[in-house]
């Protein structure tokens, strides 16, 4: 298991415990996390699960082309932090990760 946190724009966190293998952004949408999207359902293609991380896990992969493309059309601004969470796997890229949300996807 690993632990992803996400902090809302007022502040707020909410960390969840998941189990190895999913994304940042399907454990989004699996406890109701607002401010992740996901329209195309983790494939790199929408950008509506662009998310901040400040201080990456040693383990977190670089940005791959189709990733890199696709975070140039976030809906906020995108910041050198900027991933997408589709991208981001528990036990495979971190075991534990914060991720800032952005003030809006669409």
Known sequence: MSTITYVHRD???ET???ADGTSVMRAALQ???DGIVGECGGQAMCA???V???QPPADLPDLSE???EMLECTASPRESASRLGCQLRAGQHFDSITVRLPERQV
Request: charged share 30%.
């Open 66 to 68: 189709d990733e890199d």
């Open 31 to 33: 406890n109701g996390i």
């Open 16 to 18: 969840f415990s998941v």
């Open 11 to 13: 502040g707020e966190q």
């Open 52 to 54: 901040y991380v400040d």
């Open 48 to 50: 509506t699960c662009h």
